[in-house]
């Protein structure tokens, strides 16, 4: 079973900024930045330490393990929703993580600069 869902925009920005700091295309580092929330998705989920994934611009297609999707199934029947609705809020969830967000005044004190 396939997967696909657009990212939010919150998403699409943190990875356009970070392809700015690192001078990466936006492509680039959308793949960062998908491939880092899809593998604790999966870890946690499967204990998979690999993803193989898709990025088309703003959209992703993405093939979960056998365990994910058990879970997105649960977890879409419960809610009302499809299994790709379900996988863009977990990985929007764990992309959050992520995010650079916190500037050097809010770090706490001896916290290294980026």
């Given at each position: 079973?396939t997967?696909?869902?657009?990212?939010?925009?919150?998403?699409y920005?943190?990875?356009q900024?970070?392809?700015?700091?690192?001078l990466?295309?936006?492509d680039?580092?959308?793949?960062?930045?998908?491939?880092?929330?899809?593998?604790?998705?999966?870890?946690?989920?499967?204990?998979?330490?690999?993803?193989?994934?898709?990025?088309?611009?703003?959209?992703?297609?993405?093939?979960?393990?056998?365990?994910?999707?058990a879970?997105?199934?649960?977890?879409?029947?419960?809610s009302?929703?499809?299994?790709?609705?379900?996988l863009?809020?977990?990985?929007?969830?764990?992309?959050?993580?992520?995010?650079?967000?916190?500037?050097?005044e809010?770090?706490p004190?001896?916290?290294?600069?980026?």
């Open positions: 079973m997967l696909a869902f657009e990212v939010s925009d919150r998403l920005e943190a990875a900024e970070w392809a700015d700091r690192r990466e295309d936006i680039e580092a959308m793949e960062t930045k998908v491939e880092q929330a899809l593998l604790e998705i999966e870890h946690l989920v499967s204990q998979s330490h690999d993803v193989e994934f898709e990025v088309d611009g703003r959209e992703i297609r993405y093939e979960p393990t056998e365990e994910l999707a879970l997105l199934r649960r977890q879409a029947e419960e009302g929703i499809d299994e790709s609705a379900v863009k809020m977990h990985v929007d969830l764990y992309a959050n993580a992520f995010l650079d967000e916190v500037t050097d809010q770090k004190p001896g916290t290294p600069s980026e």
